[in-house]
């Protein structure tokens, strides 16, 4: 493919367009990853009820999730890249896609133009392929990780979120097959899910999807709802923060198979009470304050992504401090440590 279809303008998170010195700013935490998102003049032709790029939202068009993307000419961008990869900054490129005419083959020339200079960065692509031949257009160019956000938790979640209930244009079991699809073309440990926590699911139910991710050899990333001014979910309230430290827990420990789904206990609301191993082992994952950082591919840390800079911080971008763990601990309520 040639660089004639590579569009003309990009959006970049505000983090990365300062860590670009595409713009002028402070960061506590310097971004290891560079987010790009893909431009379009209008909405996405999805309407993910929590999405301020989608179709029905009145939300701002710069805005995904709580972050600014300001757009700029792709060459600034890739040139001001290939400067920050060279001095060994970023070490990660990660593209949103959103669902527009012709995006694969915008994100086909972007990634072989990226790669021109550095063949060896890492791409990964976030997306709704739709089909196995945007999946398999993705690999050829040399995408090295895709993710396909679930983003709910149940069937009938995601089609009151995302499907026909919504009045968006997706299928839960479309959605797994198109998982399943990836998982063939990339293989297992190259493709990613992104779950939700606090659109309406139980503990229990998010777990157990995270666990069918683990057994598939899909990783699953973890964000906290966050409701967008404009979008239909704007009054929807984040989820509890002691719930979301659970869920964060034991993400950590299936990912990294340390318990599995049948050996935690839940109560008859769904919530986590026993994690399935002795407390000695839960103290020292909680003590390390790895299940707390953002989680996805690695080197994506994200930062304030979900959350305010005042808190409550539901990812850390970076290694916790005493403070920072003694506050987490306090929130899972599990004694002693
Ligand atoms: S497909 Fe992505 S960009 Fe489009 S509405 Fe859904 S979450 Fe937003």
């Given amino acids: 493919m040639s660089t004639q279809n590579l569009p003309v303008q990009l959006r970049v998170s505000i983090g990365t367009a300062i860590s670009l010195d595409l713009i002028e700013g402070k960061m506590d935490v310097t ?24 179709q029905e939202s009145k939300s701002n068009t710069n805005l995904l999730s709580r972050v600014s993307w300001p757009a700029f000419p792709t060459f600034v961008v890739v040139a001001a890249l290939n400067n920050a990869i060279k001095k060994g900054n970023i070490k990660r490129v990660c593209i949103q896609v959103l669902n527009v005419p012709n995006v694969f083959l915008h994100v086909d020339s972007l990634v072989r133009e990226i790669k021109k200079n550095d063949p060896g960065i890492c ?20 995408v090295d990780r895709i993710g396909i956000a679930l983003d709910a938790a149940s069937e009938a979640i995601f089609r009151h979120i ?7 244009i997706y299928n839960w079991h479309q959605e797994l097959g198109l998982l399943e699809e990836a998982l063939l073309i990339f293989g297992q440990g190259k493709v990613s899910t992104h779950l939700i926590a606090g659109l309406g699911e139980t503990e229990q139910e998010i777990v157990c999807l995270i666990q069918w991710c683990v057994d598939k050899g899909i990783l699953p990333a973890l964000f ?16 509890n923060i002691e719930s979301y430290r659970r869920l964060q827990l034991a993400r950590y420990m299936l990912v990294q198979g340390i318990t599995c789904f049948k050996h ?5 609301e769904g919530q986590i009470v026993l994690f399935g191993v002795d407390t000695t082992i839960l103290d020292a994952i909680v003590n390390s304050g790895l299940p707390f950082q953002t989680s996805g591919c690695p080197n994506c840390n994200r930062p304030f992504y979900n959350e305010k800079p ?9 290694n916790l401090n005493q403070k920072e763990l003694d506050e987490v601990k306090r929130q899972l309520n599990i004694r002693p440590f």
């Fill in 310 to 318: 005042s808190g409550p911080l539901y990812n850390y971008p970076k």
């Fill in 162 to 168: 995302k499907g026909v209930e919504g009045g968006g």
């Fill in 31 to 54: 971004p290891a990853t560079a987010y790009l998102m893909t431009f379009t003049e209008g909405k996405c032709l999805a309407n993910c009820n929590f999405c301020p790029q989608a």
């Fill in 123 to 142: 791409v990964s692509v976030s997306c709704q392929p739709l089909n196995s031949e945007n999946i398999l257009l993705l690999k050829k160019a040399g």
């Fill in 224 to 239: 906290a709802f966050t409701p967008i001014k404009g979008t239909p979910l704007e009054k929807h309230s984040p989820p």
């Fill in 264 to 268: 935690l206990t839940f109560n008859t």
